[in-house]
């Protein structure tokens, strides 16, 4: 699967931003999606992930609330809608894809389960 993100930038806190991943090489519906960050000196963390078929949604205690995962099947796309954005969301933030049989918070949440990542793109959040 390729996976292609977009939609980073700069934002002030308290403003928004929306991030789209088109992915290609697979049948899209059949894929588990997510979202994982990475800040500088600091390792990879789960941001939000959203499971095939029947649309499962799981967040980041540090996003929930403020952040909307969605998925278009008709457009092979994932969205992560960004709102409330605080400094602590600046990271290079990464889609990734899997299609294993058992996907629950445990596997959404576990960088490992994912098969395939995309390049990033960087969300900067100004104070």
């Known amino acids: 699967v390729q996976l292609q993100a977009s939609g980073g930038g700069l934002a002030q806190a308290g403003g928004s931003l929306r991030l789209s991943c088109a992915a290609s090489?697979?049948?899209?519906?059949?894929?588990?999606m997510g979202w994982f960050r990475q800040a500088p000196g600091k390792e990879r963390e789960f941001v939000s992930a959203i499971r095939r078929f029947d649309g499962n949604l799981y967040y980041a205690d540090s996003v929930k609330g403020r952040f909307t995962i969605s998925r278009d099947n008709a457009k092979n796309t994932v969205h992560l809608q960004m709102n409330s954005l605080k400094p602590e969301d600046t990271a290079v933030y990464f889609c990734?894809?899997?299609?294993?049989?058992?996907?629950?918070?445990?596997?959404?949440?576990?960088?490992?389960?994912?098969?395939?990542w995309g390049q990033g793109t960087q969300v900067t959040v100004s104070s």
């Open positions: 990734a894809a899997t299609s294993t049989p058992l996907f629950t918070r445990v596997q959404a949440m576990g960088a490992p389960s994912y098969d395939d």
């Open positions: 090489g697979r049948t899209f519906s059949t894929l588990h």
